[in-house]
């Protein structure tokens, strides 16, 4: 549906990445400077295509974790091909039980994805899922979700 980033930026850097956007990207980098002063995420949008790129600022050891972890990998965007980060299977599926916790444990969406993840990638590391889930008060989800994957 969209595009998500955690990202090193805070707010001094919300004009610099404004003007490195460039043209094709909708971006306010006062509400950027306001959410990154504020803890939260902002998104942007790249005009030509409509997509919505969401980007959460790494506060939290976990986000940190995730950018130490990620793996470099080929994208295409808008036509061209470059090197991006990607995150870890683990860590996408523990930031999406951190998401469906938040969100009041309703959103189909994102359990539908935890069991995806789960589905599609049997060598998870599970000692650094459970580890993390401990941390991240998601222990309980991670134990569901791997129960109802058994089921299936």
């Known amino acids: 549906m969209d595009i998500d980033f955690v990202a090193r930026i805070g707010p001094r850097q919300a004009q610099a ?16 400077r306001d959410s990154l002063t504020a803890g939260r995420s902002f998104n942007i949008i790249h ?5 919505k790129v969401d980007i959460f600022p790494a506060t939290d050891a976990f986000q940190h974790s995730q950018l130490q972890r ?3 990998e080929t ?3 808008s036509g061209e091909a470059g090197e991006y980060p990607v995150a870890s299977a ?7 039980l951190q998401w469906y ?3 009041g444990e309703v959103s189909e969406r994102q359990w539908s994805d935890v069991a995806g993840i789960l589905a599609i990638n049997p060598s998870l590391d599970f000692a650094y899922l459970r580890s993390w ?4 008060r998601v222990d309980d989800l991670l134990d569901k979700a791997v129960a109802d994957s058994k089921r299936r």
């Open 17 to 32: 990445l404004t003007a490195a956007l460039g043209r094709d990207w909708y971006a306010d980098s006062d509400q950027i």
């Open 101 to 103: 916790r938040m969100g």
């Open 70 to 72: 990620a793996t470099r």
């Open 75 to 77: 994208l295409e965007f």
């Open 90 to 96: 683990e860590d996408i599926l523990l930031a999406k």
């Open 133 to 136: 889930a401990a941390r991240l």
């Open 47 to 51: 005009i030509p295509t409509s997509q």
